[in-house]
């Protein structure tokens, strides 16, 4: 009998991961101009509720939220939900700079409108780094940049974090390929966050060699 649970258990354990898998990425393809970060399951008694996360939500909110009702209508078609049987959500992100999504549809545009690839990756940094205050980002710029031959460019600043647990619980991580007359680019955008378990942005584990310092008079008085 408790063969049969813990095999249950695992199938559901792994039904679950595809299924989030799955909407993870239709969400990243059908919000990319909205900044999408990610997104919050919660099954409540009448059906399960959805909150999307992006930094822009003006598209998804006008015209009654048309937009929102045809990413349901999809969702329930795709995943065999019975007619509103699921509920989404918005949640607006209010540090743009957080976005690792929003940040590389940033650069997207730049590179679109024929602005330097420097200059672009620099502004990005800048309102990532310096004024959303992200302990790290980096940038990989990569195709034919101005030459024939194919390179690669990488820009850095701050604390990253490339391995391990910590680099799923404080790294945020897009992707964007840019149609230029030269060929193909490629953006990567990596950001790394700070730890605020209060905030929704942040990080909400530790990292593992964080110290905390204690008041011992403080702990000798309350004894």
Known sequence: MSTTQNKNRKRKHISDGVFKAEL????????????????ELTNTPSKPVIVIKV?????????????????????????DYKPDGIQIQVHRLKQKGLCASSM???????????????????????????????????????????????????????YMISSGQAKKDYLETAIRHVLLKQGVMGVKVKIMKEYNPD??????????????????KKDEKEQ
């Open 199 to 216: 905030e929704i942005q942040c990080a909400k584990v530790p990292l593992p060699d964080f110290v905390e310092f204690l008041d011992t």
């Open 55 to 79: 930094t822009n939500t003006t598209r998804l909110l006008k015209d009654n939220s048309r937009k929102i009702r045809e990413l349901e209508s999809l969702i329930q078609k795709r995943f």
């Open 104 to 158: 590389a549809e940033s650069i997207k545009i730049k590179l679109l409108n024929q602005i330097p690839v420097r200059l672009a990756v620099s502004a990005v940094i800048k309102m990532t780094v310096d004024k959303d205050k992200a302990k790290g980002c980096e940038v990989i710029i990569s195709g034919k940049l101005s030459q024939q031959r194919a390179k690669s460019m990488k820009f850095k600043k701050g």
């Open 24 to 39: 993870h990425g239709f969400f990243s393809r059908a919000l990319e101009e909205e900044g999408y970060s990610g997104f």
